[in-house]
């Protein structure tokens, strides 16, 4: 991970962005009043938000878990579930 102030990125923006492609890095901009921003590969952004993602996703496995384990769960036949289905 690099920071950096705003000056010296925006002299140099075209070398933080190759770093930040070519070698995976993180790029903090540091700027006045903590107005800080981040600088990172879209491959790298997109791996996060996935990772995001994944997370809500396990929690909401990890929820059921706990409802099966603590017995409220509800069971319906198939033909109990087709009944409701054409109402």
Do not use: F, P, W
């Amino acid at each position: 991970m690099l920071a950096v102030n705003y000056s010296t990125i925006r002299s140099k923006l075209k070398d933080y962005c190759d770093q930040a492609t070519d070698n995976h890095e993180t790029v903090i901009v540091t700027r006045k009043d903590e107005k800080n921003v981040v600088l990172m590969s879209l491959e790298q952004y997109n791996l996060l938000m996935k990772a995001i993602r994944n997370s809500e996703y396990l929690d909401k496995i990890d929820k059921s878990i706990e409802q099966v384990e603590k017995g409220k769960t509800i069971t319906k036949t198939i033909e109990e579930l087709e009944a409701m289905e054409n109402e």
